[in-house]
């Protein structure tokens, strides 16, 4: 959605580096504090974009080394 080019952000820090609008509470710090989760929350996206309304789900879990955030407009 923001048209960032995949060669160039993947294996970088997600929060860091890729998506420092969502290195926040809402987001970054919710996979810190719950080692499982599963939640869809409203947030708006504006770093590299106009704002734009979305719904994330977060996910992770103890069992997989990955956390996963999907994006619906």
């Known amino acids: 959605m923001a048209?960032?080019?995949?060669?160039?952000?993947?294996?970088?820090?997600?929060?860091?580096?890729?998506?420092?609008?969502?290195?926040?509470?809402?987001?970054a710090q919710r996979f810190e504090d719950e080692p499982e989760l599963d939640a869809i929350i409203p947030y708006v996206l504006t770093?590299?974009?106009?704002?734009?309304?979305v719904r994330l789900r977060l996910l992770a879990s103890r069992s997989v080394p990955l956390r996963f955030i999907l994006i619906a407009r």
């Open 47 to 53: 770093l590299r974009m106009r704002p734009t309304p």
């Open 3 to 27: 048209g960032l080019d995949p060669k160039r952000v993947l294996g970088i820090s997600f929060f860091d580096a890729v998506a420092q609008c969502m290195n926040n509470f809402m987001v």
